[in-house]
T-cell receptor
Framework: KQEVTQIPAALSVPEGENLVLNCSFT??????LQWFRQDPGKGLTSLLL?????REQTSGRLNASLDKSSGRSTLYIAASQPGDSATYLC????????FGDGTTLTVKP | EAGVAQSPRYKIIEKRQSVAFWCNPI?????LYWYQQILGQGPKLLIQ????????DSQLPKDRFSAERLKGVDSTLKIQPAKLEDSAVYLC?????????????FGEGSRLTVL
């Protein structure tokens, strides 16, 4: 059974700081890994999708990496802004999707 | 391109009553999912459809929850009778099959409060 862990559960940083969010998983037999953002009271917005054969994906200030051998993925956010404040979730897509419980990020002005 | 549509956005009911949620996936997405998200937790898969067939419903409490996907497009999720612990956000998502680089797309969710 796939288990997904996200550490830390919450993170508070000053505006402008670079930061890394972590996602670890137990079963490396995956199709892809997806990072999402969730604002309070809203659905999940897809940020980045990394296929099993890929090592990283980039979109603007976001960079996600995937290391299947160690069962880890990281989401790097450069030059954080208050608008980045949200909960970030990773999902492991295999036969079905398994989500972590997310990291709640607060970026202080 | 239209996203995943869900309704209603909010529903308040008393325990033992019934409720139904509706989902219309992105056009062309054969795979449809219903997730339950309890406050502070990640989404938990309830049921996964491929076209109008069930792929995985191992986490669906079948004594009170049911779901159908007629004609392989729209889907409804029903809870009857509701319990207090069913208070959650019910999220619908759709995708192409993961084997074909499927990416999950979510609707805004339906927030259920059971009193």
């Amino acid at each position: 059974k796939q288990e997904v862990t996200q550490i830390p559960a919450a993170l508070s940083v000053p505006e402008g700081e670079n930061l890394v969010l972590n996602c670890s998983f137990t079963d490396s037999a995956i199709y892809n890994l997806q990072w999402f953002r969730q604002d309070p009271g809203k659905g999940l917005t897809s940020l980045l999708l990394i296929q099993s054969s890929q090592r990283e994906q980039t979109s603007g200030r976001l960079n996600a990496s995937l290391d299947k051998s160690s069962g880890r993925s990281t989401l790097y956010i450069a030059a954080s802004q208050p608008g980045d404040s949200a909960t970030y979730l990773c999902a492991i897509n295999a036969g079905k999707s398994t989500f972590g419980d997310g990291t709640t990020l607060t970026v202080k002005p | 391109e239209a996203g995943v549509a869900q309704s209603p956005r909010y529903k308040i009911i008393e325990k033992r009553q019934s409720v139904a949620f509706w989902c219309n996936p992105i056009s062309g997405h054969a795979t449809l999912y219903w997730y339950q998200q309890i406050l502070g937790q990640g989404p938990k898969l309830l049921i996964q459809f491929q076209n109008n067939g069930v792929v995985d419903d191992s986490q669906l409490p079948k004594d009170r929850f049911s779901a159908e996907r007629l004609k392989g497009v729209d889907s409804t999720l029903k809870i009857q009778p509701a319990k207090l612990e069913d208070s959650a956000v019910y999220l619908c998502a759709s995708s192409f099959p993961f084997q074909l680089t499927g990416e999950l797309f979510f609707g805004e969710g339906s927030r259920l409060t059971v009193l």
